[in-house]
């Protein structure tokens, strides 16, 4: 009778500590909008940090494009029943790697850890293929190419920033442009990263802000002073063009030959002719 009775209340123990659990959401970080992308059930928030999460590119933004990109995410703090998590690291599917790697082409890898402008380390590990094989030491001057532009991507961009512009393939791009002298490649994927350190220290970015709204107030002020000052006058309209007038060509005047004066004769034989009253 007293192991039945011990064994009841051990189930009833099991039940009641099945019941007071909660389910609590798992909430992505603030550069993917705070997304939900699972749930985690337990009876304490505090054991729920810690646990780490894999999602797919495709079931945060939508896009199918990004269906082979898998997003890993720990949770670091609980408030209320949403989990919030910090993004820790991505991979890219083994099928989708096997079919960029074909026979007669080269692979090259590299491995590189680098700091942000905010201090955290994060390790990337580019992937460059092409089309068909290639020399040993082009292999090293392209691996050296991507180890050059990864750390001057990071070097100027915080690491949120950072994580978009590999995820969203920005940095390869970069990549491939910057490869092309040495040999033209066919694909350049970032195949795995790792965050080895989170961000230590916090850009205060409130002093530009504020710098930006006193350029703001300095050029309003400088439109009220402009709109105050009396307008100048309008300039004087452009004299008219000026109108060649015609040259008057002078014609030689041709002297008027004057009567001859009657002769004698003439005179006498008008008088003759003429009958007297």
């Known amino acids: 009778m007293a192991a039945k009775k011990s064994s009841r209340t051990t189930v009833r123990k099991v039940k009641d500590k099945w019941r007071s659990k909660e389910w609590y959401r798992v909430l992505a970080p603030d550069m993917f909008n705070n997304t939900q992308i699972a749930e985690t059930l337990s009876d304490d928030g505090a054991k729920v940090i810690g646990r780490v999460t894999e999602v797919t ?9 990004k269906m082979h990109i898998k997003l890993q995410f720990k949770i670091s703090e609980v408030s209320g029943l949403d989990a919030h998590t910090q993004f820790i690291g991505h991979t890219l599917t083994s099928d989708y790697i096997r079919r960029l790697t074909r026979r007669k082409h080269s692979k090259t890898d ?19 293929v ?50 092309k002298p040495i040999y033209p490649l066919k694909r ?18 409130a002093p530009i802000k504020e710098e930006k709204e006193e350029e703001k107030e300095e050029e309003k002020e400088e439109e009220v002073s402009k709109e105050e000052e009396p307008l100048p006058p309008p300039p004087p309209p452009p004299p008219p063009p000026e109108v060649l007038e015609p040259e008057i ?22 008088s003759e002719e003429t009958p007297v009253d």
């Open 57 to 65: 590119m495709q079931d945060l933004t939508g896009d199918f494009s």
């Open 130 to 179: 092409t089309e068909k094989r290639i020399q040993v030491s082009q292999q090293q001057a392209i691996r050296g190419t991507m180890g050059k532009v990864i750390d001057m991507e990071a070097k100027k961009s915080m690491s949120s920033e950072f994580i978009k512009e590999m995820l969203s393939g920005n940095i390869s791009k970069g990549i491939l442009r910057a490869c």
């Open 249 to 270: 060509v002078e014609e030689e005047q041709t002297p008027k030959k004057e009567p001859a004066s009657p002769t004698e004769e003439e005179v006498i034989s008008e």
């Open 188 to 205: 350049v994927e970032i195949r795995k990263s790792e965050v080895l350190r989170l961000p230590t220290e916090k850009v205060v970015e």
């Open 110 to 128: 590299g491995v590189f850890d680098v700091t942000t402008k905010d201090k955290a380390i994060i390790r990337v590990k580019p992937m460059a």
